[in-house]
């Protein structure tokens, strides 16, 4: 049972256009979200998250939107860069009770960004 | 950078052997975690650690065992490996439980179980 789905395992655009990787996810529990960018060979780090009481956070290029109702967040990277381009992977955050968290994270998308 | 450290980056076993992989951390983090990364998959929880001597299952933890003697060392050891287990390990660590404040990972370690 995926709770965490990336529905596009790659997506590609040129230099300058706008990044919009997609989100979906089943559990209505879910209380926090974050995106991490993972380069080849490298361990993936962490870039931008969302509480689920707010419905934009922005950071610099980068921007996270979130659609409680939908049970959608997408990352926008304005203007993209070809540094960009890596596999950005989406965890949700489930509070299991107390200080028990757990860290749900998707399949990945690959980014190209293209010169 | 988070100071965490896996080795080895890379080892290729055979089936049956068992295999010990390990992550140092210079951070004093409390929260140590194991993952490992499968194309179509994603990252997955192996078995995590909240405290030394305290740790608990993920999600794929069949056939994996962990132990945290001391703070800033986390031990993932696959009793007798077996060939669904070739993947790339990572470590991770947290100040607070994940989710309750973002994961380090480390380089991760390309395990081969041929």
């Known amino acids: 049972d995926q709770q965490v789905k990336q529905n596009s395992p790659s997506l590609s655009v040129q230099e300058g256009r706008i990044s919009i990787l997609n989100c979906d996810y089943t559990?209505?529990?879910?209380?926090?979200f974050l995106w991490y960018k993972k380069y080849p060979a490298e361990g993936p780090t962490f870039l931008i998250s969302?509480?689920?009481?707010?419905d934009k956070n922005e950071d610099g290029r980068f921007t996270v939107f979130l659609n409680k109702s939908a049970k959608h967040l997408s990352l926008h990277i304005v203007p993209s860069q070809p540094g960009d381009s890596a596999v950005y992977f989406c965890?949700?955050?489930?509070?299991?009770?107390?200080?028990?968290?757990?860290?749900?994270f998707g399949k990945g998308t690959l980014l190209t960004v293209n010169p | 950078d988070a100071g965490i450290t896996q080795s080895p980056r890379h080892k290729v076993t055979e089936t049956g052997t068992p295999v010990t992989l390990r992550c140092h951390q210079t951070?004093?983090?409390?929260?140590m975690y194991w993952y490992r990364q499968d194309p179509g998959h994603g990252l997955r929880l192996i078995h995590y650690?909240?405290?030394?001597?305290?740790?608990d299952k993920g999600e794929v933890s069949d056939g994996y065992s962990v132990s945290r003697s001391k703070t800033e060392d986390f031990l993932l050891t696959l009793e007798s490996a077996t060939s669904s287990q070739t993947s790339v390990y990572f470590c991770?660590?947290?100040?607070?439980?994940?989710?309750?404040?973002?994961?380090?990972f480390g380089s991760g370690t390309q395990l081969s179980v041929l």
């Open positions: 991770a660590i947290s100040e607070r439980g994940q989710g309750g404040a973002k994961l380090f």
């Open positions: 559990n209505s529990m879910f209380d926090y």
């Open positions: 969302i509480s689920s009481i707010k």
């Open positions: 965890a949700a955050r489930l509070n299991s009770g107390g200080s028990n968290y757990k860290l749900t």
């Open positions: 951070e004093n983090h409390r929260y």
């Open positions: 650690s909240y405290g030394v001597k305290d740790t």
